[in-house]
Structures are given as C-alpha cells and as structure tokens.
C-alpha cells in the first residue's frame, strides 16, 4: 500500500504466489525463457481462448511482430489510432510500413469504423485497433471492413486482458491479439507481453523471431542432459522472449485477475454515478454488449488542464492517455476532429486495487467542489 496519503494514478498489488513463484525459479539454476514461460504461454491461450500463444518482452514486440508475420511490403499502410501509447505506432515505421491514422469516436476514445473505412486504400495491408482503456472497440464491423477489403486486423489489447466482447473474450475474435503485461497493467509482471495467433506455423515462426530467428531456443539447446551450440538461424529476428522470472509473476497474479477486474470495474461505477451531472464533467460512452478491464476511468473535462491542476492540489495522480501520435515530428499529419475533441478533454481517474470507497469517494468529491 502507499505509504503517504496522496493518491496515486496507478499501484501494482503483487500477490504472494507471485513473490513464492520468483523465489522459485531463482532456486532453479534457470532464470531465463524456459518452462515458466511455457506453462505462462499455456496459461494465457487458455484464459482468452486463443490456439496459441507466444511470450515476449513486452507488447510493442508483440504489435511489431505482429506485423512482421504478415510479411508486408516497405510502404504498405497501416491504419491506425493516433490515441494510443507512441511505441504502438513507432513499430509501424520500424517495420518498414505507413501509419494513416483514423479518427476516434470522440465519446469513447475508440477507433471510428466509419473513419476506418475513409481511409482503406488498394496499399492498405493492415488494420491496428486499440481497446482503449480496455473497453473493447467495434470488433463486428471492423472485421467485416477487413474482411471486405482483404486485409488483415491486428488487435491492441494492452488494456484489455480480462475483457469481452458480446460474450467472448477479447483474444478469440481474430488472428494476433497483442497484449501488455507492464508493470501498472490488469496483469503485471513488470515488463512483458504475449502475442496469440490462429495457426502452429505462425507460432513458430513467432518462436524463432523472438530469438534473433534462430530455430532453437537455449533452454531447449540445454535439453536432455547436454549443451547443443549448434543452431540454424532462419531469418532476421529480435531479441523478445519472456523470461521465467516474468513468467513466474504471472502464473502467481492471473488466477486473481477476474476478481481483481471486476474491483476495476466497480471503481468505475461508483465514478460515474458520483460524477454523474456534474457541470463539466462528460462520461464516456458504454456498451450493453462488452464489458471492459477496466484498465482506465477516463473523464472528459471542459478545462482539463485546470482540473488536472486542481486534483493535484489536493493529493490526487492523474494522467492524460494519450496526446495523438500525429503531434510528434516523427509521424506527423493533420489533427483529426474526433481525437482533438477527446484527447484534448481526456483525464485519467486512479484505478487500482489498493484505492478504498473512500479514496474514489475523495477524487469525486474533490472533483464535484469545482475547479
């Protein structure tokens, strides 16, 4: 717990299997990738019904392989939210490829599918959407654009681990979920991330990637009493795989996750019906057929800044996710109107599991006295 009386944006609860499971593999004689991540890998498909899964270092590794795995030509357009964390767009232009960013749906911060559609072009290759704060997008109808125009859906889910969209778990809708385990995510391990896919050759190609495309990996090298130092190597990869230590934290968190969801959400409710008709203050809009994370609370303020200002007066964290891609030389383009409305507007509520009633209390009442 935190130890002073201000309130912190984000807090990670580590839960005491994980801290045994660390202990353990420390014990083993092996801290690299090998069975934890294994068993992690195993644990994940199961938990988001995927046919396979792939640990890695993080979720850029699993968004920039993702791509990588389609095999597009330099150039092909990707399109994309410009409201997302900048490493998500920054792989688009390590891989060669053109981020063309869509505009937001600006009550929901999510991808709009009618501005998707503005934008698929005979060069488009791919389609990146984010569950933002991990309320899962318009799944349906960007896949039937996809579908339409032949090109392939790369799912953000960073926010999303534990979400469903109408009655299936975010992970099983299409072919490569990429998600995030970082360190203030639904399920931390500290750094970390997992790429699902639909088939064993893309799993192991992913395999093979992960480790600077060397076709077998060193736990398996060490495998059967002896060291092999012999190995072919396939293709151009990265240095990307989880490693047990990792893994071990989060085969000690995960059983927790769906009670610890569900916390999330709950702090999310007593949010928006304290903050409910207050003068300035606009909730995001909810979907009866999904249900999130509940990874972020985000409020959409008339004078964001002064109320950003204000909550930190009084003890009180608050972020902004995300000022949009576009605004950084690297990208650039032209604002779009339904991400200026939103980002510009946007403020992150703390949301972890270590807040009280009391502390949601205390955010809303600080809120509700005006600033």
């Known amino acids: 717990m935190p130890e002073d009386d201000r309130l912190r944006l984000f807090y990670p609860v580590i839960r005491e299997e994980a801290i045994a499971g660390v202990a353990d593999v420390l014990r083993s004689g092996w801290i690299g990738s090998g069975p934890r991540t294994r068993e992690f890998e195993e644990a994940i498909a199961k938990a988001v019904g995927a046919s396979h899964c792939v640990a890695l270092d993080s979720c850029t590794t699993a968004l920039r392989l993702a791509l990588r795995v389609l095999d597009l030509a330099p150039g092909t357009e990707v399109v994309t939210s410009p409201v997302t964390f ?6 688009i232009l390590e891989e060669s490829l053109t981020p063309v960013f869509a505009d937001v749906q600006p ?54 681990f534990g979400a469903s969209y109408r009655g299936r778990p975010i992970g099983s809708h299409g072919d490569l979920h990429a998600f995030s385990f970082q360190a203030v995510k639904n399920l931390p391990v500290g750094d970390g991330g997992a790429l699902t896919v639909p088939s064993e050759e893309v799993d192991a190609r992913l395999r093979r990637l992960r480790w600077f495309g060397i076709d077998r990996s060193t736990f398996e090298r060490s495998a059967g009493g002896s060291y092999s130092w012999e190995y072919a190597v396939t293709e151009l990869g990265v240095k990307g795989a989880m490693n047990d230590i990792a893994a071990a934290i989060g085969l ?106 009391g502390d949601v209390d205390r955010v809303i009442e600080t809120i509700k006295a005006g600033w």
């Open 252 to 357: 000690g968190q995960l059983p927790y996750v769906g009670k610890e969801n569900e916390r999330r959400r709950e702090i999310g409710r007593r949010y928006r019906t304290g903050l409910a008709g207050t003068p300035g203050i606009e909730l995001l809009r909810e979907h009866s057929d999904r249900v999130s994370s509940g990874h972020l609370c985000c409020v959409l303020a008339d004078d964001r800044d002064r109320l950003v200002e204000s909550l930190a007066a009084n003890g009180i964290d608050v972020g902004v996710h995300f000022q949009p891609s576009y605004a950084y030389p690297m990208f650039g383009g032209e604002p779009l109107p339904g991400v200026e409305s939103f980002w510009r507007r946007a403020v992150s509520l703390p949301v972890h599991l270590a807040l009280t009633d």
């Open 107 to 160: 009550d929901t911060g999510s991808l709009d599918p009618s501005s998707i559609r503005e934008r698929l072009t005979d060069g488009t290759g791919a389609v990146m959407v984010m569950h933002y704060g991990g309320m899962p997008c318009d799944l349906d109808e960007i896949y039937a654009l996809a579908r339409e125009r032949g090109v392939a859906v790369i799912e953000d889910c960073a926010h999303a």
């Open 86 to 91: 900048v490493s998500a767009n920054q792989v």
